[in-house]
């Protein structure tokens, strides 16, 4: 029972990291003051959080966990959100705090479903299994994401026609305004492209650890990288102002393209995709 919650309680742990990435990611990008106080202290819970199962080791154990690479990681994670905060705190680096923590986050979830711990626990299955709903829950949400940023650029497209025409309707006051669409893609996009990324780590550490033979380049791994490179380059582009107004509307559309091919063709030519 005290495996089983103490499990329980390090899956929280990688799902609220999760969550603070995302935040800041948003608020790098809008500086949002909000989210950015989000973030921190979702930051803060998980650096509590590892700070009290550091602890509560070092007792059980009586020692400082540094002997083995397993415990090694951990404390590794542990100085590098350490760090992330107190620059944080008193040198005000968000950019570093933000890479910092991408790091951090990769090394916890290797932490949090490493094989060796997964052969010691007696709920191994478990940690696997839900390793592998956390991966495939991150991913559907991502296509979600991008899904809206779709509908945003077509409800965009359809809206300057419509101005451009000056053609109204009794339902045009119950469509949203321009500003909105071009805000719905933006915001879909922000979130869309963290939130793929972490389920392309979680997934890739439960495929090392579930399965006995697997490539980085199946099919499905590489075209969600790809998918990351395509919106990366959209926002990037839209940021830098090469891309604006219908140009980004339909970059949204042709990249959700990308999206279908991935979720689909993708999935049919992965060696160990079956499941989707």
Request: a positive charge.
């Amino acid at each position: 029972m005290a495996d089983l919650t103490m499990a329980r309680l390090h899956e929280g742990m990688v799902i609220l990291y999760a969550a603070s990435l995302v935040f800041y990611f948003i608020d790098y990008l809008n500086n949002n003051k909000i989210i950015h106080r989000s973030a921190f202290w979702i930051l803060t819970i998980v650096f509590l959080l590892q700070t009290g199962f550091l602890i509560s080791y070092m007792i059980g154990m009586k020692r400082f966990p540094v002997l083995s690479l397993f415990e090694g990681i951990y404390f590794y994670a542990w100085l590098l959100l350490t760090l992330s905060i107190l620059l944080h705190l008193f040198y005000k680096v968000g950019y570093a705090v933000f890479f910092l923590n991408v790091i951090g986050f990769i090394f916890m979830t290797i932490h949090t479903f490493a094989p060796i711990q997964i052969e010691q626990s007696p709920i191994g299955e478990a940690l696997i299994s839900e390793l592998l709903f956390i991966h495939i829950t991150f991913a559907i949400l991502s296509y979600t994401l991008f899904s809206a940023a779709f509908v945003f650029a077509v409800l965009y497209l359809f809206l300057y026609t419509l101005l451009k025409k000056k053609k109204w309707s009794k339902q045009f006051s119950r469509l949203p305004s321009l500003q909105q669409t071009a805000t719905g893609m933006k915001v879909a996009i922000y979130i869309g492209i963290p939130v793929l990324f972490i389920s392309l780590i979680l997934g890739m550490q439960w495929a090392h650890v579930a399965l006995s033979e697997w490539s980085l380049f199946d099919m499905k791994i590489m075209g969600s990288f790809f998918l990351i490179a395509v919106y990366g380059s959209v926002l990037f582009l839209q940021r830098s102002g090469k891309l604006i107004a219908n140009d980004f509307a339909w970059a949204n559309i042709f990249a959700f393209l990308f999206v279908i091919i991935n979720f689909f063709l993708g999935s049919k030519l992965s060696g160990f995709h079956f499941w989707m």
